[in-house]
């Protein structure tokens, strides 16, 4: 946003420089990103009366012009602009002016003429890039006068970089009302009020009073909407960079950039009946102002009279109903419409506007009088006619509901880390215009004004405190915590040790964001709860994930388009299956694609498979120190017959597989492999113990047992492990086996057992009666028969 210092000046003028008016802004939290002055400096131009002007005797092209600057003697001076004409006041640079460009005048001969200065356009004053003509000064301008005064010069303009929860500075008077509570200076009342001498009645209602909970029409009859917007206006509007219109547009333009309200003014004869603001309907053509046709969509606010939409609420009015020249009947319109529904409203029709700008961030909800009753003065002082009464269609219960606030100067030392005065803070909060109530317990309550969206818990109130104490001033003291030393259960396996686990195992840690496509969601998990955004950052962006592989595959596949093949992220963030703190569940996931070992002369290259990812899990689960299994299912996301879904008993825990060959297709994706488990599953372990190591033999039995084909190797390691046989350490599947010799339906699986004792060497007796054991244990669980 652009603002010049001398309008801001009018409003409220601290003895300080605008320089110093700037970084005091920049420290108050409102960015200036640069300030300027309205053109670069230059030295002898004055004001100048062409008394004559007639044609260069040698050039058919260039005048010759006889001009006043107040010497004793008029100027000869040669010019060559179209617009250069008796009677006329310009700019003239004398001998020994210096212009921007460095440019000093001298006298000279122009096709054997003496030419004794020069007529300036604004691209010579450095004031524009216009090359059409001199620049016509006011016929009042004084003959001999510097230009600089005359065209108010030296004014600066400052450019601010507004946050978004600053929608209340997107103004004069809210840049003002910052420049007062920094410098302890009082605000300037509103008071507008204009003569209403006109009897048009006007009816105006409103049929979605949850967005728009106020609105405001008034008829001014008998304009002359082909008066010329006064100069002062003008000049106000081209240094915010406002394009300047018809009178009528151009003041509703000046209160939206004074006030921070923005408005919109429709030509009474081209509304057909009364205005109703509400939704619109499906595929609503509309035609607006820039000339773009749109189809409406249901969920757009629009302003229609009884025929058809007229406007889009709060972003840009119609073609169809718009002032220009010959209007002499327009009706005003000022609102207030909740952020909410403005919000993206313009993005989605490709468009942006001053008006969107403002309301999206929110706008004062109780200055739409003062900005009609603003801009009606305007109307009526310079474009004449009569104004009628105001149409009010207002709904208390909809407008933004204010609650007061509790704070307490304990709870502000302690946030801040110091103690401000109690006669400052009561100070502060005058000059922000809190309304306060002073405690007996060193407490106030609060409650912020309208204009202030951003105040709304205690924290915004510390955070308003802070900045006008300055950040630079905050004393720099020594970190103290209160430590609460407690116990902490060392059965816990901490983030840390599941990140430095699958680190250690080459992966690398990304985070990407929780918002994702809907094309996303529905190839990932499509079952899931889809939690949409109502103001989304972009289309790619509209809804919360309910799984980590989305942003997982994103990374991957953007690191594979680059050349980096070999992938392995892990990410630890949370999921979404509603909007509730239940809904919110913190996962691990992991992908996996590309060869398992970099290029290497001494093996040859490898890709990964599903056994690699399901090593890496494992390695995950074995921390927690806990039964877990891997089951056959199917999963949207998975490739079918290589998805597993992790279970801990009989409760699922989460899920590991390859990227599904349609979703590779899709997103133009190589074999990928991905795992995905909820944390809290496999974060509660055993207490560690320690045990020394046997110094007696290992002995090692091999069996091999005849199953059924669906049985899984793992279901029947589970089981040999749920004896707990005293002595047993390990068993290992070494080989699968189908064909020949096997009956149909069934398999040979091979499994070694490994038995190792602490306190003596196990005989061949003792080990085959564990062994044997073990096989009857296998014969009535599973009916398997050894081979």
Not at 36 to 51: I, Q, S, T
Not at 410 to 435: A, Y
Not at 451 to 471: C, K, N, Q, S, T
Request: proline letters at 4%; aromatic letters at 6%.
């Amino acid at each position: 946003m652009n603002i010049s210092t001398r309008w801001l000046r009018e409003w409220v003028s601290p003895d300080v420089s605008d320089i110093e008016l700037s970084e005091k802004l920049t420290m108050a939290g409102l960015e200036v990103d640069q300030i300027a002055p309205v053109a670069p400096p230059f030295d002898g131009l004055v004001v100048g009366h062409v008394v004559s002007c007639g044609k260069h005797p040698n050039a058919d092209k260039l005048s010759l012009c006889e001009v006043d600057v107040g010497a004793d003697e008029n100027l000869q001076i040669i010019c060559g602009a179209p617009n250069v004409r008796k009677d006329l006041k310009v700019a003239v640079a004398t001998v020994g002016s210096v212009l921007p460009s460095k440019l000093k005048i001298k006298r000279a001969k122009l096709r054997g003429v003496e030419s004794n200065g020069m007529l300036c356009s604004e691209s010579e004053m450095g004031m524009s890039d216009s090359h059409d003509g001199i620049i016509e000064l006011d016929s009042e301008s004084q003959i001999g006068e510097n230009v600089r005064s005359v065209l108010d010069l030296d004014d600066q303009i400052i450019e601010l970089d507004i946050t978004p929860n600053r929608g209340d500075c997107f103004s004069v008077l809210g840049v003002a009302r910052e420049v007062c509570v920094n410098y302890d200076l009082s605000m300037p009342a509103l008071n507008y009020k204009a003569s209403q001498k006109g009897n048009i009645s006007f009816t105006s209602t409103v049929s979605n009073p949850k967005e728009c909970p106020r609105y405001l029409t008034r008829v001014i009859s008998g304009v002359d909407n082909t008066a010329q917007t006064p100069k002062w206006m003008a000049q106000k509007l081209l240094r915010a960079s406002q394009q300047l219109h018809s009178p009528i547009v151009d003041i509703t333009n000046y209160v939206l950039l004074e006030l921070g309200q923005p408005m919109h003014a429709f030509d009474l004869s081209k509304i057909n009946g009364d205005i109703n603001v509400r939704s619109a309907k499906k595929n609503e053509p509309l035609e607006l102002l820039n000339g773009q046709s749109v189809e409406l969509t249901e969920d757009t606010l629009v302003i229609a009279d009884e025929k058809s939409a007229i406007a889009i609420a709060g972003v840009i009015g119609g073609m169809g109903s718009s002032t220009l020249e010959d209007s002499t009947e327009i009706l005003l319109e000022s609102a207030f419409f909740e952020p909410v529904a403005i919000s993206g409203v313009a993005r989605s029709y490709g468009l942006h506007t001053e008006a969107s700008l403002r309301f999206e961030r929110g706008v004062d909800f109780n200055i739409t009088s003062q900005a009609m009753e603003r801009a009606t003065e305007l109307v009526l002082e310079i474009c004449g006619g009569q104004a009628s009464k105001i149409n009010e269609c207002a709904h208390s219960d909809s407008l933004p509901q204010i609650e007061p606030i509790e704070i307490s100067k304990e709870k502000i030392s302690k946030v801040l880390g110091f103690e401000l005065e109690t006669s400052w803070i009561e100070s502060k909060f005058q000059f922000l215009e809190l309304d306060f109530k002073t405690n007996k317990d060193d407490s106030w309550t609060i409650t912020p004004p309208s204009f202030r969206f951003d105040i709304r818990i205690p924290a915004d109130i510390i955070e308003e405190l802070a900045r006008l104490y300055g950040y630079d001033k905050i004393p720099v003291k020594r970190l103290s915590i209160e430590a609460n030393i407690s116990n902490a259960s060392q059965a816990q396996v901490s983030t840390h040790v599941l990140s430095s686990s699958l680190v250690n195992r080459g992966y690398q840690e990304v985070i990407t964001y929780s918002f994702i496509s809907n094309e996303m969601h529905d190839l990932v998990d499509p079952k899931a709860k889809k939690i949409l955004l109502q103001n989304p950052i972009s289309d790619d962006m509209a809804v919360m994930r309910s799984s980590l592989w989305s942003g997982l595959i994103q990374s991957a596949k953007s690191n594979i388009r680059r050349g980096h093949l070999n992938s392995r992220f892990f990410e630890l963030g949370l999921c979404f299956s509603g909007i509730s703190v239940e809904d919110q569940v913190q996962k691990i996931a992991g992908i996996i694609s590309g060869n398992r070992y970099n290029s290497q002369w001494g093996s040859s290259e490898r890709e990964v498979d599903f056994f690699d990812i399901k090593s890496d899990v494992e390695a995950l689960l074995a921390l927690s120190k806990k039964d877990y299994s891997f089951e056959a299912a199917e999963h949207p996301a998975l490739q079918m017959g290589q998805s597993a879904k992790i279970m801990n008993g009989k409760k699922q825990i989460g899920w590991v597989g390859a990227l599904s060959p349609k979703l590779q297709k899709k997103l133009s994706m190589p074999t990928a492999f991905l795992f995905e488990l909820i944390q809290s599953e496999i974060e509660q372990g055993e207490n560690p113990s320690y045990a020394s190591f046997s110094s007696f033999q290992a002995s090692q039995r091999d069996i091999a047992i005849v199953v059924s084909k669906e049985l899984s190797a793992d279901e029947i390691i589970g089981s040999i492990k749920s004896l707990k046989q005293a002595d047993l350490v390990d068993v290992n599947l070494f080989d699968v086996y189908e064909g020949e010799h096997i009956e149909q339906g069934s398999k040979s699986v091979a499994l070694n057992l490994t038995y190792q004792s602490t306190e003596v060497t196990l005989t061949d007796e003792q080990l085959a009666e564990k062994v044997s054991k073990i096989v009857a244990h296998l014969e009535t669980n599973f009916s398997a028969k050894l081979r």
